[in-house]
T-cell receptor, first 115, second 114 residues
Framework: KAGVTQTPRYLIKTRGQQVTLSCSPI?????VSWYQQTPGQGLQFLFE???????NKGNFPGRFSGRQFSNSRSEMNVSTLELGDSALYLC??????????????FGPGTRLTVL | AQSVSQHNHHVILSEAASLELGCNYS??????LFWYVQYPGQHLQLLLK??????LVKGIKGFEAEFIKSKFSFNLRKPSVQWSDTAEYFC????????????FGAGTTVTVRA
């Protein structure tokens, strides 16, 4: 079974631009979560989608948004990029059907650099 | 809100030494607990998990962890480390409420010297 895939793997943008990251979950997984990983803040939860609905959201500004499609693939968008948005963005998928189905499998991440 | 605390930022060991990484969490209810590992240049992988039952759980690569509910702890152990265990280790907690957020600790970098 293929793992979680994320595209692109690396991205360089400038301040003020916007960016869209993509995540394809493991086949059969309906939940997709996004995390931001930085050396200073560690892994911070962004949001989680299940069946095209956002189920939970972390403490990030509205510039960070996401969506999920009917095939469970998810995208994350960051608008008006700031230098501090430079990070590794991780996507994780899980079955998600119930509170017990929450073992998450992580993708390799997208490394975003904002200049 | 739940939070996770990992006691050590960086641990340096020699091969064959024993490893113990501390993890404490704050959450009043039932929890699911996880340890993830991130090897250099690789993505996060699940080492082990605790959902219920025996509080001593065994994971991959000889790792085990013990859930002590009274201490809100889930410490990771390995009796004898290898150079290949050099990695960053993350403890994660999910409170069993209507909240699908997985909260991570800050991570512990483990360096094993040959």
């Amino acid at each position: 079974k293929a793992g979680v895939t994320q595209t692109p793997r690396y991205l360089i943008k400038t301040r003020g631009q916007q960016v869209t990251l993509s995540c394809s979950p493991i086949s059969g997984h309906r939940s997709v979560s996004w995390y931001q990983q930085t050396p200073g803040q560690g892994l911070q939860f962004l949001f989680e989608y299940f069946s095209e609905t956002q189920r939970n959201k972390g403490n990030f500004p509205g510039r960070f948004s996401g969506r999920q499609f009917s095939n469970s693939r998810s995208e994350m968008n960051v608008s008006t990029l700031e230098l501090g948005d430079s990070a590794l963005y991780l996507c994780a998928s899980s079955l998600g059907a119930g509170l017990g189905d929450n073992e998450q499998f992580f993708g390799p991440g997208t490394r975003l650099t904002v200049l | 809100a739940q939070s996770v605390s990992q006691h050590n930022h960086h641990v340096i060991l020699s091969e064959a030494a024993s490893l113990e990484l501390g993890c404490n969490y704050s959450y009043g209810g039932t929890v699911n607990l996880f340890w993830y590992v991130q090897y250099p240049g690789q993505h996060l992988q699940l080492l082990l998990k605790y959902f219920s039952g025996d509080p001593l759980v065994k994971g991959i690569k000889g790792f085990e962890a013990e859930f002590i509910k009274s201490k809100f702890s889930f410490n990771l152990r390995k009796p004898s480390v290898q150079w290949s265990d050099t990695a960053e280790y993350f403890c994660a907690v999910k409170g069993m409420s209507n909240d699908y957020k997985l909260s991570f600790g800050a991570g512990t970098t483990v360096t094993v010297r040959a």
